[in-house]
């Protein structure tokens, strides 16, 4: 029976009787310890009976007023004096002591959280305060018994074997707590190991115990993944932006070159890489005024390029190793033989030209000359539109002859248009066979 009655000392106001004495109900002195008699002189058990002071105590089973005691289904607890204990009481829980708390009315806290002058605390099914990790783990109070909300770093739970001594600090993890105290934990499937919080604007990585994880972290892409399926995690559990150099992730380490490597991530934390084996146009990203294109491992490329504009492709160049961006208009570049070549990429997109220019002829950026033993040579160029090509006719210099008629190492007359297209053979109009496509450029290697 649950009363809401505080109690004072219980010597005062109580009604004193000599043992053996029959008296109407009430309370009653049997040798050293009070008792309550109903009206047939009968103890009274497991009861509360209110005292003349108009406070409540309570008869225990053996009909004796309950001092120091858990009363009532240890839902209450009363002092020496027999009198509800309300607020914050040190009691011995087994061999050792721990707070509890007693609502107004004295019923204690139990199995449940309690706030308490703005101060959250846990109890449990006993009634004590609970400290550390609880709940699974999934919440932490701190010595005093406060919970926990927001960034804390923590000794992660462990298992009594390894469990560290109160005052060791190594292998303390940071965690995140809401603010109702628990943990933030992901729910990870398909492999993942690792979860994403954004919190006050910044992304922040867990694992599934929900400790915060630094350094190469992966997110997706189950046991197969690549370097998109992976953000990179500051020391300070931020996600890294911007360009980073630094070792790949360990599951992908054979795939480079290079002990270390360069990486852009984006603002959210992702390297940019191609999607697939193919360098795509549509994948340029301009950083800073200048545009640059990352391969399927993340990492810049340099060099001439082979970048795909849909079933299509064409060569970009994107200058020395040290640059690694996106260079336009005319270039000499030196190829493999150590000779330098000519080379055009639109000063619009940085495409390689195809066609006329200046009176030189490119393919996909490379001028296209004749061989210096044929004098002059017909090349067939494939036309941009992927539908049949267009035949010129080129000296070893590169330049066009156009509106001539002039004859090859073998006296075989060509004669041009205006724009250096053949239009007869030999006289002949109607042009028959074959003739050599352009060499492409020599791409670069960045693997």
């Known amino acids: 029976m649950r009363k809401k009655i505080?109690?004072?000392?219980?010597?005062?106001?109580?009604?004193?009787?000599?043992?053996?004495?029959?008296?109407?109900?009430?309370?009653?002195?049997?040798?050293?310890?009070?008792?309550?008699?109903?009206?047939?002189?009968?103890?009274?058990?497991?009861?509360?009976?209110?005292?003349?002071?108009?406070?409540?105590?309570?008869?225990?089973?053996?009909?004796?007023?309950?001092?120091?005691?858990?009363?009532?289904?240890?839902?209450?607890?009363?002092?020496?004096?027999?009198?509800?204990?309300?607020?914050?009481?040190?009691?011995?829980?087994?061999?050792?002591?721990?707070?509890?708390?007693?609502?107004?009315?004295?019923?204690?806290?139990?199995?449940?959280?309690?706030?308490?002058?703005?101060?959250?605390?846990?109890?449990?099914?006993?009634?004590?305060?609970l400290t550390g990790w609880i709940l699974d783990d999934d919440y932490y109070t701190k010595s005093d018994g406060t919970m926990v909300t927001g960034w804390y770093k923590l000794v992660p739970p462990y298992s009594e074997e390894s469990k560290p001594g109160p005052n060791q600090t190594s292998g303390e993890k940071w965690f995140y707590f809401a603010s109702n105290g628990k943990k933030f934990k992901p729910v990870l499937t398909n492999g993942i190991k690792y979860g994403e919080k954004k919190i006050d604007g910044s992304r922040y990585a867990f694992n599934e115990n929900g400790e915060l994880v630094t350094g190469w972290v992966q997110i997706s892409g189950g046991s197969n993944p690549s370097i998109r399926n992976f953000k990179y995690i500051n020391e300070d559990g931020t996600v890294r932006k911007g360009w980073y150099s630094i070792e790949p992730p360990e599951e992908l380490a054979g795939g480079y070159n290079n002990l270390v490597e360069w990486f852009y991530f984006s603002t959210t934390g992702e390297p940019y890489a191609s999607k697939t084996d193919n360098l795509n146009a549509g994948d340029l990203l301009k950083i800073n005024d200048k545009q640059y294109l990352f391969n399927k491992n993340g990492n810049p490329v340099y060099g001439i390029q082979k970048v795909y504009h849909g079933n299509s492709y064409s060569a970009y160049y994107f200058g020395t190793s040290s640059q690694c961006y996106l260079i336009k208009g005319k270039q000499n570049i030196k190829e493999s033989s150590g000779q330098l070549e000519e080379y055009y990429f639109q000063t619009s997109t940085g495409k390689g030209w195809t066609g006329t220019k200046d009176s030189k002829l490119y393919y996909k950026g490379r001028i296209v000359k004749a061989n210096p033993s044929l004098k002059y040579q017909v090349f067939s160029v494939p036309n941009e539109n992927g539908t049949g090509s267009t035949n010129y006719v080129v000296a070893p210099s590169g330049k066009i002859v156009s509106n001539a008629r002039v004859k090859d190492a073998d006296k075989v007359e060509y004669k041009t248009n205006s724009s250096g297209v053949l239009v007869a053979i030999d006289g002949d109009t109607n042009i028959k066979g074959t003739f050599e496509v352009p060499q492409e450029p020599e791409w670069t290697n960045n693997d």
Do not use: C
């Open 6 to 129: 505080f109690l004072s000392l219980f010597a005062v106001g109580l009604l004193f009787v000599s043992p053996g004495t029959v008296y109407a109900e009430g309370w009653s002195k049997s040798g050293s310890d009070w008792i309550y008699l109903d009206n047939n002189n009968n103890k009274i058990t497991n009861e509360w009976r209110k005292g003349a002071d108009d406070k409540w105590r309570y008869l225990n089973e053996k009909g004796v007023m309950a001092t120091e005691s858990w009363v009532d289904d240890s839902n209450y607890y009363v002092d020496d004096q027999g009198l509800i204990v309300e607020g914050w009481k040190k009691l011995k829980f087994g061999n050792e002591y721990h707070w509890a708390y007693f609502q107004s009315g004295g019923k204690a806290v139990k199995e449940s959280w309690k706030n308490i002058g703005d101060k959250h605390y846990y109890f449990d099914d006993e009634g004590k305060m």
